[in-house]
């Protein structure tokens, strides 16, 4: 025996509906970055000048998230040395002129970037 086949309720139709919009949502793009991925947002920029034996800025501190680029652009009047007390500790030098360099912190914590030559604290950085 043959049985025609049955329509379901308006109720059974809207409990398939809700299973099956998360399941249609979850294909869709995102606008968020997967975790782990680097996104497209522009490095952080600081900006530091020595002129006449004067480093500005002075002690900033400046927020920046783990794993951001963060590119300091030295426009001097002589060459010298910047400090970034971070974990692995690093250096750069920079020339009379305009030197950039981009560096990426892994761990969150306070870096302390500061020279030498004259010896002050330029920024610190806020990493988390």
Do not use: N, W
């Not at 379901?8 to 869709?28: K, Y």
């Not at 800025?57 to 030295?74: A, Q």
Request: proline content about 8%.
């Amino acid at each position: 025996m043959h049985r025609a086949p049955t329509r379901p309720s308006s109720r059974g139709l809207a409990a398939l509906a809700a299973l099956a919009l998360p399941l249609a949502l979850s294909g869709c793009g995102s606008d968020e970055p997967e975790t782990g991925s680097p996104t497209s947002e522009e490095p952080t920029a600081i900006e530091i000048t020595v002129e006449d034996g004067t480093i500005t800025p002075k002690g900033d501190r400046i927020e920046v998230g783990v794993g951001e680029e963060v590119t300091f652009t030295v426009t001097s009047d002589a060459a010298g040395q910047v400090h970034v007390h971070s974990t692995p500790e690093t250096s750069f030098s920079y020339e009379e002129g305009t030197t950039e360099e981009t560096l990426t912190f892994e761990r969150p914590g306070v870096v302390e970037v500061e020279a030498h030559d004259p010896d002050q604290l330029i920024v610190q950085l806020e990493v988390s």
